[in-house]
């Protein structure tokens, strides 16, 4: 890849500043492509842009900007697209900073003020290169001083039509899958984690090992429409099949392998919510989050059900003399003097009566059991 330094003034890059959401951000006469396609969204802090401002009002350095030149004479932001974004704003008249205990907006600094943000001069490296070259260099070069994230990366190199438009539904605060499923999905759109999110719920359904093989696989589609589709899916099957919203309970959930799963089978949402809500009030499960996963899938490891405290298996031990609940059946009997007396750090507390049939963690419930007669007890 080719490198070379060409200073460039605020003035030249805010000329034409256009930020038209979807349809792209653009600057220095439109001839720069300040969020080209690969690249994230503007995710700066207050405090990180407003810092930004402060250093050039201070006269001081920015770290270098890196712009690669297209054989059109156009150009594309591989590095510092955060703060250029920053400056841009401020000169639009999007922010104020606080200058010497004043909210000042650009408009509001005076004549000299102004002129001397606009010849602020930019270290700006032009880059020429293969697109391959481009997206390794994206990829090693330090982002503005925000690491990316995994699903950023992915961006960088299966960028193409697709994502474009895959970026427009998952990837914008307030956007048609933030709308739709926010309730039910946790992290930033802004960051990807939504888009994450949907791929690996697909990929899972698909069979794949991992979420870029589905981006390689589409990455020149024309659109993600079969993403936002199956998406819908999802979060229409849990409103249609959980109808009553518990917010901590709901959010986060592995909604899409559920889905995948489960998403056929008929359900009676009545005795389902009312199971629910019986769950939640059990004192014995102490993962109601885990609620819904066990009632679809019936398996009661995601409850986390109740254990014997250590109080507990002390009276039950001492109360069956240090011997195993399973009398004579115990393999461990001994063929002199009668029952065997086990230390209980070799035993295990066992339900005499289990949860599933109403059982409670309680010592009148509660039996110690050797651990080989405790691992045979489902076979007995």
């Known amino acids: 890849m080719d490198i070379d330094l060409h200073p460039v003034t605020i003035r030249e890059v805010v000329e034409g500043y256009t930020d038209d959401g979807e349809g ?11 969020r080209p396609p690969y690249q994230r969204e503007f995710v700066y802090k207050q405090k990180k842009r407003d810092a930004v401002i402060d250093t050039i009002f201070k006269g001081f ?18 590095d510092g697209q955060q703060r250029t974004i920053s400056l841009s704003q401020y000169a639009n008249g999007d922010f104020s900073i606080d200058v010497n205990g004043n909210l000042r907006y650009f408009p509001n600094l005076t004549a000299d003020e102004q002129e001397r943000f606009l010849d602020y001069e930019l270290l700006v490296y032009r880059c020429k290169g293969t ?12 982002i503005a001083g925000e690491e990316l994230t995994d699903q950023e990366l992915y961006n960088a190199t299966y960028y ?11 990837s914008k605060t307030g956007g048609a899958a933030y709308n ?30 991992h979420h870029k093989q589905y981006m390689a696989a589409h990455q020149h589609d024309q659109n993600a429409n079969e993403l936002w589709s199956y998406f819908r899916s999802i979060i229409y099957w849990v409103e249609d099949t959980f109808t009553t919203y518990r917010g901590k309970l709901m959010k986060g959930q592995p909604w899409g392998p559920l889905y995948n799963t489960y998403g056929a089978n008929p359900v009676d949402t009545a005795a ?31 409850l986390n059900l109740r254990q014997f405290d250590d109080d507990q298996r002390l009276e039950m031990y001492e109360r069956q003399g240090g011997r195993c609940a399973n009398g004579t059946k115990c393999k461990d009997v001994d063929n002199g003097d009668g029952m065997k007396t086990f230390d209980i750090t070799t035993m295990d507390a066992d339900h005499i009566v289990p949860w599933s049939k109403g059982g ?21």
């Open 24 to 34: 792209g951000v653009f600057g220095y006469g439109g001839r720069l492509n300040i």
């Open 61 to 78: 350095p920015l770290n270098v900007f890196y712009w690669v030149e297209n054989e059109d004479g156009t150009f594309e932001i591989l």
């Open 131 to 142: 697109d391959s070259e481009k997206l390794e260099w994206f990829r090693t070069i330090n």
């Open 160 to 170: 193409g039509p697709w994502l474009t438009h895959a970026k427009s539904i998952f």
């Open 180 to 209: 739709l499923g926010d309730k039910y999905l946790v992290g930033e759109p802004i960051r990807q984690k939504y888009l994450e999110t949907a791929l690996k719920w697909i990929s899972e359904r698909d069979g794949l090992s």
């Open 272 to 302: 389902l919510e009312a199971e629910i809500a019986d769950l939640v009030q059990d004192k014995e499960v102490t993962n109601n989050r885990g609620i819904y996963q066990y009632v679809l899938s019936r398996d009661p490891k995601h």
């Open 360 to 380: 409670k963690t309680e010592v009148s419930n509660g039996q110690m059991l050797c651990i080989s007669c405790n691992r045979s007890k489902g076979s007995l």
